[in-house]
């Protein structure tokens, strides 16, 4: 370039030619750190033909193995009632992120919601549109937030998923959920081998009264922490105990074989949490060395059962009689109790008189917070006789007795205490405190 008034040309930056790179690895040779992550984020890498540059082409990423598309149409309130039920088994913490996920199953009309932390697991499904079947993995918190704020809609719930996100559109809501792996999910412990049927109401009602005497919370030994179920042909009982409490409820069931005997050892806490997901109906129980399943129609839950060599032989103990027998009403003490135990802070014990025809309850110190005191009629049979509680001990019991009259059987003082259902199905021993 000629000057031009005494200046110098202009400096061109030439563009410099490359060759193109020819062979069959030419993508691969091309695709920069830079390239490589926006192609984990979403894209590929487009193999170019010879002599072009290599391009990145958005949105053409290959869903992942095992994770496939569902659409599926639901009734919002019972899609959150069934993600509810599945989110109990879902872990706060773990160090397997992938268990905090919830898998869903479209298939045949049928919605499946999957969960497991590794010591429980449920497997529950419900009606569904299915208009396209697969699978998804889903964050079991955020879905199951998402879907306890729509269930008072009165619009179908749609959820799209693909391996990457699914979208829930309900009404005018629309939320999207980060997918994850559904490929790397565990799969879910088999349902143990049947061993017979009890309604649902009567499974309930027996964990919620021998839970009471467990100590699931730093137990001092392993058999503190769970409930123990005893088969012996058509009887099935439930126990639990710990150093100062035990309790035994004889509930009716149809045994698989009419000579069956088993024992079992279940954590009290995942029991008492898994029968809740049975509201009616019958329940199928099945026990191997290693789990206890739970069965209805529609869902299986599974749990983990505790190595437990040895446990406390209860029956004896339960099954003695007392030369001492009170019959009271079981409401009538029950609230008399609670009322006198608001006025034992500092003191931590309720005292009982029983007499001929009465139990006098009272604690509490006017020097302290004040005192309380209250009388409930009862039949005695026996000698009178003062006992002292901790509270828990006789609230306990009496809250677990569904009769409308309980039978409390004494020794001496100090002695241990039963107190049972008026149909003897339910019997609870509690240990008072040393008289003073």
Request: aromatic residues 4%; proline residues 8%; charged residues 25%.
């Amino acid at each position: 370039m000629a000057r031009v008034d005494g200046l110098d040309p202009p400096l061109v930056r030439r563009r410099r030619h490359r060759r193109p790179v020819r062979g069959p690895h030419l993508h691969r040779l091309r695709a920069t750190p830079r390239r490589r992550a926006r192609a984990a984020r979403g894209c590929r890498l487009a193999r170019p033909r010879e002599g072009r540059s290599l391009r990145l082409v958005q949105g053409a990423a290959r869903p992942r193995r095992g994770a496939e598309g569902v659409k599926v149409s639901v009734e919002p309130s019972l899609f959150a009632d069934l993600v509810g039920r599945a989110g109990h088994h879902v872990p706060t913490s773990t160090t397997e992120p992938i268990l905090k996920g919830l898998l869903l199953e479209a298939a045949d009309d049928t919605l499946t919601v999957s969960a497991q932390n590794r010591d429980t697991s449920l497997k529950a499904s419900m009606p569904a549109e299915v208009a396209e079947p697969g699978r998804a993995l889903l964050p079991g918190r955020v879905l199951g937030e998402a879907t306890k704020s729509l269930a008072k809609s009165r619009d179908y719930l749609q959820l799209a998923a693909t391996a990457a996100e699914s979208t829930i559109t309900c009404g005018t809501a629309v939320m999207t959920i980060r997918a994850l792996p559904a490929d790397e999910f565990p799969g879910l412990p088999r349902a143990a081998v049947a061993v017979g049927q009890i309604d649902a109401g009567d499974l309930r009602e027996a964990i919620a009264q021998v839970a009471w005497a467990c100590k699931p919370d730093k137990p001092a030994k392993p058999e503190h922490a769970v409930i123990r179920i005893d088969i012996d042909g058509d009887t099935i009982t439930w126990a639990g105990a710990d150093n100062y409490r035990m309790a035994a409820r004889v509930t009716p069931w149809g045994p698989g074989t009419p000579d069956a005997q088993m024992a079992a050892h279940v954590p009290v806490r995942e029991f008492r949490e898994a029968v809740k997901d049975f509201s009616s109906g019958p329940v199928t129980l099945g026990a191997n060395d290693n789990l206890v399943s739970l069965a209805s129609a529609d869902q299986t839950a599974t749990i983990r059962q505790y190595q437990i060599e040895e446990y406390a032989d209860y029956q004896p103990r339960l099954a003695k009689p007392l030369p001492t027998t009170v019959r009271v009403e079981t409401e009538a003490l029950l609230e008399a109790v609670k009322r006198v135990t608001l006025f034992t802070e500092g003191l931590g014990s309720i005292n009982l008189d029983i007499q001929a025809d009465c139990i006098g309850i009272h604690a509490g110190d006017i020097s302290l917070i004040g005192r309380g005191a209250d009388t409930v009629e009862a039949q005695l049979d026996g000698d009178a006789m003062q006992l002292r509680f901790q509270p828990p001990f006789i609230i306990e019991p009496l809250a677990s007795i569904h009769t409308e009259h309980t039978v409390i059987g004494l020794s001496a003082p100090g002695r241990y205490v039963i107190l049972a259902s008026t149909d003897e199905v339910f019997r609870y021993l509690a240990a008072p405190l040393k008289p003073r």
